[in-house]
């Protein structure tokens, strides 16, 4: 279609789109319709030196009209009280109507105030409505299209009051009649519209308010959040410059215009011109500042423009630049502005939206009007100031403007960050006074008991306390059924200071748990009149290997540098040949103490020890390596890094090394010599030591790999870094480079597919590319949170993989003004597809992919770099196929792959 040439309207969207675009076309006939027909009387009967103090009478009924809004929307939902808000407005038009009659000033005075009320209450209502119609990634790509109907509405509307006046001879008073017939109309459109609303079922979240004011609910909620302040601020100092402005055009024109139809035309000639000028900026202007500066750049657009109009005027007085700065005010409020003012509100919630929105629209709309009503009254009536010298407060207060508008940018991006990575923690502590009578006795008691799971949670407890006081109980554990209960107690034991137990704890010696045997050791040495070293050289020359391990172990453990050193190499050599399991823990503690031995010995026996049977004895030997950081262990580390009991350890181990040795584990990765899993894992190792070589080398590694696993966890690597938060550089056009492969190959994968879903025998294949599309999608995030915030851009991704569609909507927001130009022409349209076909033409576009058949995108899937995929393909192959698809089965079937090798294999059979 092609209204589609210009707005995104996607299926599903048109009837409510329609409707809408109507509802506000309409309205905004009826406020043309009534405004000129308004200034005119008004300013005929009554003059423009009265028009400050109805500005200030607007300001006064605009509270009322305000609170009572507020609570019909807080207590019903948005389509009834937008409904029979205009049914209310017709009772109004017929009783104005009929006051006419009267010809008193009040009456026109009302109908002023009235008109003005209507055009701000009515046109929010609506706005809210739309803003529960539409989530915020539909609100962004169609807000502009129901504003284009505004602006052909305002058209509409002015230029006919001017035509029925001037042309039909029609009365200005009759205006009314043409507005209360629009009116039943738009009721009827309305009436359509009814459960169409995504809340309108739900329960409102009442607020029990006799008035706004009373409660202040509102109010907190407005000057509790720096954002909402700002849009406060911006909403009202732009209704205080477009009341002044306002207040100018109209004083200038009253003296060029004396008579009544007259003005009336002039004045519909001037709000048609200013709606053509809206249609125009809306077509040719809007939707590109909203797409290239966002929405910071919009809301800036208008308080810039009035700021040159406003100069001139100070120089130049005249009705043509008077119409010149009332006109671009008028023509972008209601286009570029009110649409950006709109999305302003996206980052709320609808809640808030709905506990705010009228508030700022009304009240503080109105509000400010009558502070303008309140300035113009001080300075025309009493300092008797012309129009030229008003021109300069009104060029201050648009300065204010520029700046509340540039503040609001910065504010929108954070709201949506603040919104996308929100996250809540509880943080409970626990104390237990130990030294409590009370306390003592109760845990006497269960340590005394027969429940074990008390017994090690109640040992637990008194991990550092002293147990002096349950001596007694803890020396009956160390005969408990439970090894590690008798662990535990000899442990706490161990604190009291006593030499009562020493043969209780010998006789643990004999235990099979070697942890017992070195802890019971460690109680002698404390506890024994003989010297430590003493009695460690009688465990360390026994005949009983099991009793030399343990104290082994206690030297490892608890032994100083010169106990260390007692430890021998027959000593070492007499545990590391006992492979039986028994040994293990001996053979782990032998590890682990070799790294404060003199270094010939580590070198001899660690590199035996790394590769023994016993995962525990491994990585104590890995963690000894890692703490001696000498050359010869890296490629003994390197090749543990696929040892899934001990990799982690080897991770730690090799990232302990100095940032000299970067370049040399780049060397080994690029070597081919280790395994798949290895140089997956290298790259993570790299990310550990965390230096700007870590950085640039793994940037290197990243450019020449085409292996989307290795790719990966190279990419996760530098994550790694970025999300330390350190002040390392990442070479930025190097990432964009990256990227840019990255988000090339998934519009490949997205293009290929399109075609193979239209494929016979291809629904595994199909399968196994959208798999891979959403491992691409990780890595292009990833990679994009190494030049952002890491946090803004893994926020967007939670919020783009939710199924909450408003949670879509935020983080697509966000991405949408923190990213580039360069990035968001290539990413947006994957994020926000409206369809295939626009995909595949991005496809073509940006990276020039295409496919001239369909068996293009399967033979590219077939000879790209992924053995899976290749399978999948051949798998899907058949007899309807091409010759050139059974060809690359009888290719595959000479495959160095297993999978790929058997699966075409298969295939061929099948084919046969």
């Known amino acids: 279609m092609l209204i589609n040439k210009f707005y995104d309207v996607r299926e599903g969207e048109w009837l409510v789109t329609t409707a809408m675009f109507s509802v506000n076309f309409l309205l905004m006939v009826v406020l043309y319709l009534l405004k000129p027909a308004r200034d005119s009387l008004f300013l005929i009967e009554l003059g423009a030196e009265q028009l400050p103090l109805v500005f200030i009478l607007i300001a006064v009924f605009s509270i009322p009209a305000t609170q009572l809004v507020s609570k019909l929307v807080q207590s019903y939902n948005n389509y009834k009280v937008f409904f029979w808000t205009n049914v209310f407005v017709i009772l109004n038009l017929v009783i104005i109507r009929s006051l006419f009659i009267i010809d008193q000033g009040w009456v026109y005075t009302l109908f002023y105030i009235w008109v003005s009320v209507y055009s701000i209450l009515i046109i929010s209502q609506f706005w809210v409505f739309a803003n529960e119609l539409y989530s915020t990634s539909q609100s962004k790509r169609l807000f502009s299209l129901l504003n284009l109907g505004a602006i052909l509405g305002a058209i509409a509307g002015s230029q006919f009051s001017s035509f029925a006046v001037s042309v039909l001879e029609i009365e200005t008073e009759n205006l009314v009649y043409l507005c209360i017939g629009t009116i039943t109309v738009i009721l009827g459109i309305v009436y359509s519209l009814k459960g169409k609303s995504k809340f309108e079922s739900g329960e409102k979240d009442k607020i029990t308010i006799s008035g706004l004011f009373k409660n202040k609910k509102v ?56 709606s053509i000028a809206s249609l125009l900026i809306q077509i040719l202007f809007s939707g590109r500042i909203l797409r290239r500066i966002g929405v910071g750049g919009a809301v800036l657009t208008r308080p810039l423009g009035m700021f040159v109009g406003s100069l001139l005027l100070m120089f130049e007085p005249v009705l043509a630049v008077a119409v010149f700065l009332g006109g671009f005010d008028g023509a972008t409020q209601y286009s570029i502005d009110k649409t950006s003012r709109e999305i302003l509100f996206l980052p709320l919630s ?175 040495c404390q506890h024994a009149d003989e010297d430590p070293e003493k009695i460690l050289m009688r465990y360390l020359q026994s005949d009983d ?143 550990d030591m965390n230096h700007q070589a870590s950085v640039d080398r793994l940037l290197e590694v990243l450019q020449n790999e085409s292996d989307e696993k290795k790719r990966r966890h190279i990419i996760k690597g530098l994550n790694k870094i970025r999300s330390r938060g350190s002040d390392l550089n990442f070479d930025s056009e190097n990432v964009k480079s990256e990227l840019k492969r990255e988000l090339k190959y998934y519009y490949r994968l997205s293009v290929t597919s399109q075609i193979i879903n239209r494929q016979k025998n291809m629904e595994l294949l199909y399968t196994a590319v959208r798999e891979k599309k959403e491992r691409i999608f990780e890595n292009i995030f990833r990679q994009m949170g190494l030049i952002y915030n890491h946090k803004d851009i893994y926020g967007a991704y939670l919020g783009l993989q939710s199924t909450n569609e408003e949670n879509r909507s935020k983080a697509l927001e966000l991405l949408d003004n923190i990213l580039d130009m360069e990035l968001h022409k290539c990413l947006i349209p994957i994020l926000d597809p409206s369809s295939e076909m626009q995909t595949a033409q991005k496809a073509k576009e940006l990276f020039g992919i295409t496919f001239n058949h369909p068996e293009d995108a399967i033979v590219g899937i077939i000879e790209d770099n992924d053995s899976w995929l290749e399978a999948c393909a051949i798998y899907g192959i058949n007899n309807e196929s091409s010759d050139a698809l059974k060809e690359k089965v009888t290719e595959s079937a000479l495959s160095r792959n297993a999978i790929v090798k058997e699966t075409a294999k298969l295939t061929l059979k099948r084919l046969n």
């Open 350 to 524: 609808q809640k808030m939206k709905e506990r705010v929105k009228f508030f700022l629209d009304v009240f503080v709309d109105r509000f400010f009007r009558g502070i303008a009503g309140l300035i113009l009254l001080l300075l025309v009536f009493w300092f008797d100031i012309t129009v030229q010298q008003l021109a300069w407060l009104v060029t201050a207060f648009i300065g204010l403007w520029i700046y509340l508008s540039w503040l609001a940018k910065k504010l929108y991006v954070e709201q949506f960050r603040e919104s996308l990575n929100r996250r809540y923690f509880e943080i409970d502590s626990v104390g237990v006074d130990m030294n409590e009578t009370k306390t003592v006795d109760m845990v006497c008691n269960i340590l005394s008991g027969d429940d074990p799971r008390k017994i090690h949670y109640m040992l637990k407890l008194l991990e550092g306390h002293d147990a002096t006081p349950y001596q007694s109980e803890l020396k009956e554990l160390l005969r408990h059924s439970s090894s590690e209960i008798r662990l535990q107690g000899l442990r706490l034991l161990k604190s009291v200071s006593t030499k009562d137990y020493i043969e209780d704890v010998e006789k643990l010696l004999e235990e099979k748990d070697t942890e017992i045997r070195l802890e019971s050791i460690h109680y002698i």
């Open 545 to 687: 290997k099991k009793s030399t391990a343990a104290a082994v172990g206690c030297v490892s453990k608890y032994g100083t540098e010169m106990q260390k050193q007692m430890i021998s190499g027959e000593m070492i050599k007499s545990i590391i040949n006992k492979k039986d399991k028994d040994m293990n823990l001996a053979r782990a503690q032998v590890a682990q103490v070799l790294q404060y031995l003199p270094e010939e010995k580590a070198s001899k026996y660690l590199p035996v020890l790394i590769n023994d049977p016993s995962p525990a004895v491994r990585r104590e030997a890995v963690k000894s390596m890692g703490e001696l950081k000498h050359p010869s262990f890296i490629p003994l580390l390197i090749n543990r890094l696929d040892d899934e009991k001990v990799s982690y350890a080897a991770r730690n181990a090799l990232s302990g090394y100095p940032e000299e040795t970067i370049e040399l584990f780049k060397t080994y990765y690029s070597s081919g010599d280790f395994s798949d899993e290895v140089c997956r894992q290298l790259p993570l190792v790299i990310a």
């Open 219 to 274: 109010i907190k909620s407005i000057t509790g959040s720096k954002y909402q302040l700002v849009i406060a601020g911006i909403i009202g100092v732009a209704m205080l410059v477009s009341t002044l402005v306002d207040y100018q055009l109209k004083a200038i024109a009253e003296i060029v215009y004396p008579e009544t139809a007259a003005l009336t035309s002039f004045m519909g000639t001037f709000y048609a011109g200013l």
